[in-house]
């Protein structure tokens, strides 16, 4: 996915495309007044007490075992194996698990491609998606020696943080009933080619048809969020600019819990670059949805990508900060 230090537009290596824009603060942020529909306000409602905390140890527990899977790329071995563990794991604290497969051509192969839901019914059938990519990149296409860019990376953060979050997320929505139907997403084929016609097709596959996916859950979605890179050490995640664009409300509310839980250097509130990522194709489909990602990581699509590089406690900041939104049951504006 991204890198820190090597922003930059990519449209013909895979990555996202980081545009760098010289985003000024007041436009970033232009029409960010908090509007959570009718009602009282997210402020007024106050910050939501929870009986159960999110578990950081056993997040990242999650985070490893999917690491020792070995590349999760579509395909390989370690993809097929993952996507086993990751049914019975979901299935340990959801209502139902299902999944959507679909089938690709590349390379001269059929590659098979599968989303993954998990359902977590709350105290009203409003759906709130919360949704992350697990396969990794079949190459390391940021690494300076051929042979070694040639190989697939291993993805603790780029694929295994996201999915490590939502998963330790689903212990609390079972423990505790959210206010809505939680839907958990997790994505296949996010980071799968060289050009973006072959990338985002978890994404964009469930886009194309999500009302038929989500009919016999529900058809009211209120927002997603999408967790991308989010278990890195020193993690910071500022305002993305499509996020910003295509739900405000949504993006004063996730930092306004982090300013409440302390959190304000894990979410910086200031404008981020504007990246293609799985958000996009469900914003495009009329769900609005945001994208938590800290771009800034030195190990992108590098073989160096390793469970060594992330923490424990930056899965937690992020699962506190989500777990806070959902709980405080932002509405979204009608």
């Known amino acids: 996915m991204r890198g820190g230090r090597r922003l930059r537009e990519a449209p013909g290596t895979g990555g996202r495309l980081v545009l ?9 942020l232009a029409g960010c007044g908090s509007n959570t529909g009718p009602g009282k306000s997210a402020e007024e409602k106050g910050t939501p007490e929870f009986r159960y905390a999110f578990d950081a140890e056993r997040a990242f527990a999650y985070l490893e075992k999917q690491v020792s899977f070995g590349p999760r790329d579509p395909g390989s071995d370690g993809h097929r194996r993952c996507l086993e563990w990751m049914k019975r794991e979901a299935a340990k604290t959801a209502d139902r698990v299902f999944t959507q497969s679909f089938t690709r051509r590349y390379g001269g192969k059929d590659i098979t491609f599968t989303n993954v839901f998990a359902v977590y019914p709350g105290a009203s059938e409003r759906i709130v998606i919360l949704c992350a990519h697990w396969d990794t990149r079949p190459f ?3 690494e300076t020696d051929p042979a070694r860019a040639a190989k697939p990376i291993p993805g603790a953060n780029d694929g295994a ?8 997320l689903g212990h609390l929505f079972q423990a505790q009933k959210p206010p809505v139907t939680v839907v958990l997403i997790f994505f296949d084929g996010e980071d799968f080619g060289k050009d973006v016609k072959d990338m985002l097709l978890g994404s964009t596959e469930f886009a194309r048809q999500w009302r038929t996916v989500l009919k016999d859950v529900g058809q009211d979605v209120e927002y997603g969020i999408l967790l991308d890179m ?11 600019v ?4 295509a739900a405000p409300w ?18 910086p509130d200031e404008p981020g670059p504007q990246i293609l990522d799985d958000h996009i194709p469900l914003i495009r489909a009329g769900i609005p949805t945001v994208d938590l990602i800290s771009f800034d990581y030195a190990y992108w699509h590098t073989l ?8 424990p ?3 937690k900041a992020v699962g506190e900060v989500v777990a806070r939104t959902i709980y405080a049951d932002i509405r979204r504006p009608r």
Do not use: W
């Open 20 to 28: 760098l824009l010289a985003v000024l603060l007041g436009s970033a």
């Open 140 to 142: 390391a296409d940021e």
């Open 161 to 168: 943080s996201g999915v490590a979050a939502l998963l330790e």
């Open 230 to 240: 989010v278990g890195a050490k020193d993690l910071r995640i500022p305002r993305e």
């Open 242 to 245: 499509n996020s910003q664009q």
């Open 250 to 267: 949504l993006m004063d509310a996730i930092y306004r819990h982090a300013r409440e839980a302390g959190l304000e250097k894990v979410f």
């Open 304 to 311: 160096d990508d390793t469970p060594d590089k992330c923490s």
């Open 313 to 315: 406690e930056s899965l």
